[in-house]
């Protein structure tokens, strides 16, 4: 969870001398031996870790837990870490004079990107979502430069129905493959900038090299060159994810409840953290593992399979169907009968529309009876199965599913699950 260190990091300093340390890579982390006290910041609700050395182990002291949101309803991150940590404190005995020099920040809001990759050909675009996988993100289905991918109109709608935070662009290997890439890489920097926050360019930089001027000038700061190969582009996706990270969590006045005396405080992403928790569990017990999480704006499912020393790991993470914010999407995708068939009451679909709106409003909101509580469980579940069904499609050999998608029977057979 929290409280890690990384080979590949990057540190900065700010005007109040605090040096807050982004995890730069998504290598394995190592964990520090110390008493942390760290914090995971969600879009809904804050909780706050106490982890001490008991009997020469890291155990889990006590807990703090509030809403994110003021009672305004609006965002109150500083409010909601000093409520979290007050709590956390207090429970586990100690006092801010004795807290834990060592201070961490996990959260998933900014650690969410939406990823889009736009290749010549579909081969070139397995290159790039293969790796893509295994990292947690909401990774769009590719777009293929052939036929109306050419058409400029038609790649400014994919990019604006995707809304992606990246675009990995392959430049392809053939000398059409190059000019269509270069056609993309001109449409996106001269009409596209504001939709395109970030273009990762992976290929020969002698393939970009007479667009270089007009991207550093559509886009400056908002695009890198890389390798068309699977690790450097899972390598510069990483790399941008936590530089955006550390962007959101750039504000000293956000993170000052947390800020160590020492001026040190370490920030990870809370999604990579359940997959790296599910990848060591596979490893330390020679399992595999399916671990799925519901948090208030998404929902993410992870499997870590195969032998010993070669396990892959598998993600897939939805941003429109979260178990508080997402609950109207995921009634327009399934349908009331398919939330409702989990109830133990009947319920009209009036009724259920207007608890989707609701949560929709209110995510913070905590149910007050049993119905509201089995409605709430309704939806998440829904969404959990949602989620795995996409999931299973990702081991399925023919990727556009012509003859019907097994859904969740392509998942392979799990020894363990992990749920949240």
Request: net charge negative; with cysteine.
């Amino acid at each position: 969870m929290a409280g890690v260190r990384d080979g590949g990091t990057s540190a900065s300093a700010d005007a109040g001398g605090t040096r807050l340390t982004a995890v730069n890579n998504v290598s394995e982390p190592v964990v520090t031996r110390e008493p942390i006290l760290a914090v995971d910041v969600g879009t809904v609700v804050t909780r706050a870790y106490l982890l001490e050395l008991v009997a020469g182990s890291r155990r889990l002291v006590s807990i703090g837990e509030c809403s994110t949101l003021g009672d305004d309803g609006l965002p109150d991150v500083r409010g909601a870490l000093t409520r979290a940590l007050n709590q956390c404190l207090e429970a586990g005995g100690r006092t801010w004079a004795d807290a834990p020099r060592e201070r961490a920040l996990i959260t998933s809001a900014g650690s969410l990107p939406r990823v889009a990759v736009i290749a010549p050909s579909p081969e070139d675009a397995a290159v790039a979502t293969a790796e893509l996988e295994t990292l947690p993100l909401v990774l769009l289905d590719p777009m293929v430069l052939d036929g109306a991918g050419l058409n400029p109109d038609v790649i400014g709608a994919f990019l604006e129905s995707g809304s992606p935070d990246i675009v990995v662009l392959m430049s392809g290997s053939r000398g059409l493959d190059h000019e269509r890439a270069r056609a993309v890489a001109e449409s996106v920097g001269l009409g596209m900038a504001g939709t395109v926050p970030y273009l990762i360019l992976a290929g020969d930089i002698r393939q970009f090299d007479s667009l270089k001027l007009m991207i550093d000038n559509y886009l400056p700061g908002r695009h890198q060159l890389t390798r068309p190969e699977p690790q450097p582009i899972l390598q510069a996706v990483g790399r941008r994810i936590m530089e955006s990270l550390y962007q959101r969590w750039s504000d000293p006045v956000d993170r000052e409840p947390l800020t160590s005396p020492s001026g040190g405080m370490i920030i990870h992403s809370s999604l990579h953290g359940i997959f790296v928790a599910a990848r060591n569990v596979a490893d330390r017990y020679d399992v595999d593992v399916l671990a799925v999480h519901s948090g208030a704006t998404y929902t993410m499912a992870s499997t870590y399979t195969g032998m010993l020393n070669a396990r892959r790991g598998v993600n897939v993470v939805r941003d429109d169907v979260g178990a508080a914010t997402g609950r109207l999407a995921l009634l327009r995708e399934v349908g009331a009968s398919a939330i409702s068939r989990w109830l133990p009451f009947d319920i009209d679909d009036a009724q259920l529309l207007a608890h989707a709106r609701q949560a929709q409003m209110t995510p913070w909101r905590v149910p007050v009876t049993v119905r509201e509580l089995l409605i709430d469980h309704a939806f998440g579940r829904e969404a959990m199965r949602a989620t795995l069904e996409r999931l299973g499609r990702r081991f399925e050999p023919d990727r556009t599913w012509r003859g019907g998608s097994r859904g969740l029977a392509s998942i392979p057979p799990p020894d363990l699950l992990i749920g949240r």
